[in-house]
């Protein structure tokens, strides 16, 4: 079935540090990869996403890279900031079995350290 | 935030009892979605709704059920056959991903505490 993992599933790093948060899915027809941020109490909104037909997209201070032969897409996330610090969730969707089916990684909660 | 709205916040339930947790969405979005949110779990799909009166099984939907009577409201039970049912429910609503936007909108969520 399909599948995402997620690593790691916690990071700590320093303020203006970068952070770099990893994916593998399982369905390599799935053709759309969303990243989702959680602040504390809060409700998971989308931070970026990206299409199976580009391999990298970039905004302001983040930006997350796919690689399709090896069913890896990663968030790299430069200049830290306190702000920075919650659990970034990443998904994929778009499989075989069913298009809408939006399957999400177990989470990776960042801190940063001040 | 607004636009998609789930109530209550808070819900407490006696073990065996049966509860409906509301989801509500006035963005004209054709897919809704239930998930359940346990530490160090992540967000795991519960039903998945791509029009009205068609839903679809995710991962743990046993002891779930689900309704898509209006474009606007997909609710889901909790059922006295769910094995664990304490956790945090989110419910998500998107644009048809196949023609436009791919994201997910949420709601903020339900807590259930069944004891």
């Known amino acids: 079935g399909e599948n995402v993992e997620q690593h790691p599933s916690t990071l700590s790093v320093q303020e203006g540090d970068s952070a770099v948060i990893k994916c593998t899915y399982s369905d390599s027809a799935s053709n759309y990869f969303p990243w989702y941020k959680q602040e504390l109490g809060k409700r998971p909104q989308l931070i970026i996403d990206i299409r199976s037909n580009v391999g990298e997209k970039k905004d302001q201070r983040i930006a997350v890279t796919l690689n399709k032969t090896a069913k890896h897409f990663s968030l790299h996330i430069t200049e830290t900031q306190p702000e920075d610090s919650a659990v970034y969730f990443c998904?994929?969707?778009?499989?075989?079995?069913?298009?809408?089916?939006?399957?999400f990684g177990p989470g990776t909660s960042l801190s940063v350290i001040p | 935030d607004g636009g998609i709205t789930q109530s209550p916040k808070y819900l407490f339930r006696k073990e065996g009892q049966n509860v409906t947790l509301s989801c509500e969405q006035n963005l004209n979005h054709d897919a809704m979605y239930w998930y359940r949110q346990d530490p160090g779990q992540g967000l795991r799909l519960i039903y998945y709704?791509?029009?009205?009166?068609?839903?679809q099984k995710g991962d743990i939907a046993e002891g779930y059920s689900v309704s898509r009577e209006k474009k606007e409201s997909f609710p889901l039970t909790v059922t006295s056959a769910q094995k664990n049912p304490t956790a945090f429910y989110l419910c998500a609503s998107s644009q048809d991903p196949r023609r436009k936007s791919y994201e997910q909108y949420f709601g903020p969520g339900t807590r259930l505490t069944v004891t």
């Open positions: 998904a994929a969707s778009g499989f075989k079995t069913s298009y809408d089916k939006v399957i």
């Open positions: 709704s791509q029009i009205v009166n068609d839903f």
